[in-house]
């Protein structure tokens, strides 16, 4: 069983980076679909990106030039880089993944994923 790990949250002033990073623990590497997602107070879960078996990536339009997604095989981590960070990119931001599956057409659906992780929460201050 997976168990995703969260890591690299904090506060920033807007147009600051930051990367988080979510460790998948449980398996020898990361061979399926992972997701990052975010929800800020009162709002819904929202899809910030996706990874996919063969390491293709989708986007929210909404952080798409700003926000990149990797991973790291040897580390069975992924990671998600802001840049450029806006104060309505404040939220708890999630790790979550699907280990059944290579891929998801619909990646931006929270139900598409069994498994998540506890969040990391970033701040962006204007």
């Known amino acids: 069983q997976v168990k995703l790990v969260e890591s690299g949250g904090g506060s920033v002033q807007a147009g600051g980076s930051l990367r988080l990073s979510c460790v998948a623990a449980g398996q020898s590497r990361i061979d399926y679909v992972m997701a990052w997602f975010r929800q800020a107070p009162g709002k819904e879960r929202e899809g910030v990106g996706c990874m996919n078996n063969d390491g293709g990536t989708s986007y929210a339009d909404s952080v798409k030039g700003r926000f990149t997604i990797s991973k790291d095989n040897a580390a069975n981590t992924l990671y998600l880089q802001m840049t450029n960070l806006k104060p309505e990119d404040s939220a708890m931001y999630y790790c979550?993944?699907?280990?059944?599956?290579?891929?998801?057409?619909?990646?931006?659906?929270?139900?598409?994923?069994?498994?998540w992780g506890q969040g990391t929460q970033v701040t962006v201050s204007s």
């Open positions: 979550a993944a699907d280990p059944s599956r290579w891929y998801s057409m619909l990646w931006w659906r929270a139900a598409e994923y069994d498994t």
